[in-house]
């Protein structure tokens, strides 16, 4: 959907974003808090380069109902992650914070407003076919899992719309934390 660059416009600007997927990334890196209990849950799955995500993914892929388990495990640690960046920047007038799956989880009843990043899906397999080890079954699979563009679009108090130019993305973007600032009482 091109949301990576949008967040990455959001931190030029100043606010404060909290990344989920990059916090279960940390968490699942070498030394990462989640690793213990990933091993003690799939055996077999982690190692001294932190997760194998291969090794898990193909676990979760056969017995979907484990996905429920890993989410037990990462769910209390991320929570627990995104409370320390709100405490940290409580002075702040605005932040955002970055989480997949927000309506799926029902996520948006904690948070103050909803923005969703979105591009025609014609641009959006494209992007994400591009990625490395990215194939056209893996990403049915993730679209499978994720409610509907349309749906999140009706749901969205904001949208920013990227199946446009990086300029006018950036426009967007600067237009819509001008906005959230302004109502901030900035």
């Known amino acids: 959907m091109g949301k990576s660059a949008v967040t990455g416009m959001i931190r030029k600007l100043g606010v404060p974003l909290f990344d989920a997927d990059a916090e279960v990334h940390r968490l699942q890196a070498p030394g990462g808090k989640a690793l213990a209990h990933i091993e003690a849950r799939f055996p077999g799955t982690t190692g001294p380069q932190g997760l194998d995500r291969a090794k898990l993914a193909a676990i979760i892929l ?11 495990i990462m769910h209390p640690l991320v929570f627990a992650a995104r409370q320390k960046f709100l405490q940290r920047h409580i002075a702040h007038p605005l932040v955002i914070l970055d989480i997949p799956l927000l309506f799926e989880t029902h996520g948006e009843k904690r948070v103050d407003g909803v923005i969703v990043v979105t591009a025609p899906a014609w641009k959006q397999r494209k992007r994400v076919l591009a990625r490395p080890g990215m194939t056209e079954a893996k990403f049915r699979r993730i679209l499978a899992l ?3 563009d349309a749906q999140k679009r009706l749901r969205a ?12 993305t950036r426009a967007q973007v600067r237009a819509l934390i001008a906005c959230l600032l302004g109502k901030a009482g900035r």
Do not use: C, F, N, S
């Open 62 to 72: 056969a017995h979907p109902h484990e996905r429920k388990a890993l989410e037990a």
């Open 146 to 148: 994720q409610m509907p």
């Open 157 to 168: 108090d904001h949208i920013v719309h990227t199946g446009t130019t990086y300029h006018r």
